[in-house]
């Protein structure tokens, strides 16, 4: 998807990733995030320098409105240090 583009290049985030993939006509629809809080593993416990803390994994996936997927993001933090606050867009969910 990206050759030949200028997601293949320096920068290609500027002015955002999204724009740069609505350049190449794909038009984002919604997203999902999964999150995940696990015990870490010995890699991310040498690379994020926090032994035996737990981390949170978020994979948030995005959909284009022809119902394809178009990003990915997978981050992985260390659970204490951070506070994630989740929001709920106006008009789109009940409860």
Known sequence: MAEGTRLAEDGFV???LQAAIEELGHRFSRATETLVARPLTLYEADLLEVPGEWV???LRVSVSTDDVP???????CAASRHVFTIGQVAGSDQF
């Open 14 to 16: 500027l002015p955002s």
């Open 56 to 58: 949170v994994q978020i």
């Open 70 to 76: 178009i990003h990915a993001l997978e981050t992985v």
